[in-house]
Structure formats: structure tokens, C-alpha cells
């Protein structure tokens, strides 16, 4: 897993952007709901981006162990800003997989971060997972992949014209579809806990949502939003990006959809 220069996702990370992945908000509340942590059990957020589940993580089990892992420089960077800007000292943040023990987490979740590995960097991904999981750990995630109605050549079109864009793919091409996924889980020793797609998921409130902290993670956000909107270089280059993306549709319409996994971890 390598972090990849000059990409949307850094411009994301200079604008502090928040829920970069499908249904943002609604999502992540499913998902944390889905972690059901307990006290004293201690939890791995993969991929942090700008860190704003992180922060609502912490404020939702206090009681459990969290720590990030990011290895994006910039993205790494605005999740510490964050952390700061909220006053949280105790969430240790990581570079790299290769310095976290083996068998020492009891949760690790993503959003957005397993699919937009490319080729065979998602099985090395899933390995490193399974390495840091502790038998009977879980694996929560929100990733955003094919709909079996998407033809082969449509994702290696779509995939190739992302990566020119704005340097990344939009989803693994080795793993496409849903049963995809759940096949390549299974051959690491998963089993497979509950899929939802969360277009079909109802809604459900942010938990703890006036906290202090969480505004003050709302804060952060917020200066980020206005930099885009008010700083010439940071519009511009949010109307290429946007341009780019809608280049990305097809005739066809809708080529992908976010679904919200649970694995159980590990034969
Ligand atoms: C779409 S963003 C999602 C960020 C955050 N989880 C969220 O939902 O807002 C993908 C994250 O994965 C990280 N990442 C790791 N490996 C990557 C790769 N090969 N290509 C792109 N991003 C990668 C990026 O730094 C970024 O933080």
C-alpha cells in the first residue's frame, strides 16, 4: 500500500474533506453502530484520511483502545491537525502496517480504502489485515465497488481514465463484484458477517452530535470548505477534479455502489 503524489486525494487533504466515501455521513453511522466495540477492546481506523470518523469513533467508545494508520504524508498530516484542533492526545497514529504487532487488534475498519487498491495490492492489504486481527477479530468496511451490471470493459475504461485524471482508480478490477469480494475474504479465512448496500440503508442519527469535541471536528471541516470555496487556486482546481469525475459516467449511468461489510476473522 503506497500513497500516491499530486492526486485528488491530496487536494482533498489540503481542504480538510470530510466522508470520502459513498453516502458519507449516513454511512459512517451505520458503520460505527457496526463496530459494536467493548470496553477495553482495541481498535484499528485504516486509512484515516482527514480524521473525522476517527474523532467520532473516539467519542462513541471512549471505553476502547483506538488507534489510525494513514500513509498519505498529507492526509497524515491533516489528521493530526485534526486530532489537535479537538484536543485529542491519545489516538496513536501510524505510517505503516509493517511497525503494528501481529494479532493485536480487535477491530479494524475502512471506508473507501480497500477498493481503490490496485491489482494485487488489495490482497497484500487483506494479508496485513489478517496479520494485526486477533483470531475472532473483526473487519468492518464501507468500500464502493462494481455493479455485477458493469461490464469488464467498462471498468478497465473507467479505471484507466480515473488514473490519468487524477491518479486513482475508481475500483479493483481483480475483484470486482460483491461475490468477488466476499470469495476473496473467504480464501484469506474470513467469513462473511453481514453485506448491506448502503443505498438501501435507512437513516439513523449521528450519535453524540452536540459533543464539544465534535463541533469543534466540525470546525476544522468547516475552514477547509470555505478555503475551497472562496480561494481562487483551491476552485479551480475543485472544478477540474470535477469535471474529470463527470467525465467518468458512462452511458449506461450507474456503474458502482457502496457496500457496508462485516467479516469475521480467521480459519
Ligand atoms: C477515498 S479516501 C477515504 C478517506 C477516509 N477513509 C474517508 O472516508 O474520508 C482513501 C484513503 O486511502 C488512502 N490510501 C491508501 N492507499 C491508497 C492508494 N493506493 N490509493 C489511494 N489512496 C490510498 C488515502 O490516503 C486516503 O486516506
Not at 36 to 44: D, F, Q, R, T, Y
Request: charged share 20%; aromatic share 8%.
Amino acid at each position: 500500500m503506497s500513497p500516491h503524489p499530486n492526486n485528488l486525494l491530496d487536494y482533498y487533504a489540503s481542504v480538510r474533506a470530510s466522508g470520502l466515501h459513498a453516502r458519507g455521513q449516513l454511512a459512517t453511522n451505520h458503520l460505527l453502530k457496526l463496530l459494536a466495540a467493548k470496553a477495553g477492546e482495541v481498535l484499528l481506523e485504516l486509512e484515516t484520511g482527514t480524521g473525522t470518523t476517527l474523532v467520532q469513533t473516539q467519542v462513541m467508545y471512549p471505553q476502547s483502545v483506538l488507534h489510525g494508520l494513514e500513509v498519505s504524508p498529507a492526509m497524515h498530516q491533516a489528521t493530526e491537525k485534526r486530532l489537535k484542533a479537538c484536543g485529542i492526545r491519545s489516538i496513536p497514529l501510524h505510517r505503516s502496517f509493517q511497525a503494528l504487532p501481529e494479532h493485536f487488534f480487535d477491530v479494524v475498519y475502512c471506508e473507501s480504502v480497500l477498493a481503490i487498491q490496485e491489482g494485487d495490492d488489495l490482497d497484500k492489504l487483506v494479508q496485513q489485515i489478517k496479520r494485526v486481527l486477533k483470531p475472532g477479530g473483526r473487519l468492518v468496511m464501507n468500500e464502493t465497488i462494481w455493479l455485477d451490471a458493469t461490464s469488464w470493459s467498462d471498468i478497465r475504461s473507467i479505471n484507466e481514465q480515473g488514473k490519468r485524471s487524477f491518479g486513482i482508480i475508481q475500483a479493483n478490477d481483480k475483484h470486482p463484484y460483491v461475490r468477488d469480494w466476499v470469495a476473496l475474504m473467504q480464501q484469506h479465512g474470513f467469513s462473511s458477517q453481514a453485506v448491506l448496500k448502503v443505498d438501501e440503508l435507512p437513516y439513523l442519527a449521528t450519535a453524540n452530535r452536540w459533543r464539544m469535541v465534535l463541533l469543534k471536528s466540525k470546525s476544522f471541516t468547516l475552514v477547509g470548505k470555505l478555503k475551497q470555496r472562496y480561494v481562487n487556486s483551491y476552485r479551480r482546481q475543485q472544478s477540474e477534479f470535477e469535471n474529470a469525475i463527470q467525465q467518468l459516467n458512462t452511458p449506461s449511468g450507474k456503474t458502482m455502489e457502496g457496500v457496508l461489510f462485516v467479516f469475521k476473522c480467521c480459519d
